[in-house]
């Protein structure tokens, strides 16, 4: 469920066609040091809570694990009941089906993550919204996201939509308009299978916002203001 850094994108990234940041938005803006006050606090999102504090947000994410029988048999930490693995380092205390290769127990556990604020994760504010650019995992692409504030707290976060190419024909798949309606705003340049470049000014980056480029993905219920 993970396929960018950022958990906006893990969550809430639906797209098939990808469509990649040269340098972070809008451009000419300047970075923030922190996430403002008016987003700070714990949110509901998908049964678990997510925090945006000064300087990072935190999430709960799932990681392979594996022990052997023999270290089960001796850890004061990892146990089975039920046909189900509880490792006491995990978030989740409800225990996690495993698999069997040979004597080593395969399963998961859920940890709390943590995204810094870096050169690698920057916040903009723009007009309604602040803009979260993450830099993709050993590329130098970025993937941008609009986080929007509701009057009771609430927030939205709004994700590229999943726009439809010259060479995808596939009609079970639901697209929010043709990649080349979106061809006079800026330059598009394709690296890669339904992958593509852009690199717009301020201003186009005002008129992708405007014309629907960005579309909501979904919304955190604010349970605890900080």
Do not use: R
């Given at each position: 469920m993970k396929p960018y850094l950022f958990l906006f994108a893990?969550?809430?990234?639906?797209?098939c066609t990808r469509v990649?940041?040269?340098?972070?938005q809008p451009q000419g803006f300047k970075a923030l040091s922190a996430f403002p006050e008016a987003i700070r606090g714990a949110y509901l999102v998908d049964k678990d809570t997510f925090y945006i504090k000064e300087h990072e947000f935190t999430y709960m994410d799932l990681f392979d694990r594996s022990i052997t029988q023999a270290e089960i048999n001796t850890s004061p930490s990892v146990t089975i009941r039920d046909s189900l693995i509880y490792d006491k380092s995990?978030?989740?205390?409800?225990?996690?089906?495993?698999h069997i290769t040979n004597d080593t127990l395969h399963y998961k556990v859920a940890l709390r993550v943590s995204q810094v604020l870096s050169d690698s994760l920057v916040l903009k504010a723009y007009d309604r919204f602040w803009v979260?650019?993450?830099r993709e995992d050993s590329k130098?692409?970025?993937?941008?996201?609009?986080?929007?504030?509701?009057?009771?707290g609430d927030i939205c976060?709004?994700?590229t939509g999943n726009f439809k190419t010259e060479t995808n024909r596939d009609r079970k798949i639901k697209y929010e308009a043709e990649l080349?309606?979106?061809?006079?705003i800026t330059e598009f340049i394709k690296i890669g299978e339904d992958e593509y470049?852009?690199?717009?000014?301020?201003?186009?980056f005002k008129k992708l916002v405007k014309n629907d480029f960005f579309v909501k993905a979904d919304t955190f219920q604010l349970i605890n203001k900080r």
């Open positions: 893990v969550t809430f990234t639906f797209s990649y940041f040269e340098q972070p995990s978030l989740d205390k409800m225990g996690f089906k495993y979260l650019n993450e130098k692409v970025w993937n941008a996201y609009l986080i929007e504030k509701f009057e009771n976060i709004w994700s080349k309606d979106f061809y006079k470049l852009i690199n717009p000014s301020s201003k186009e």
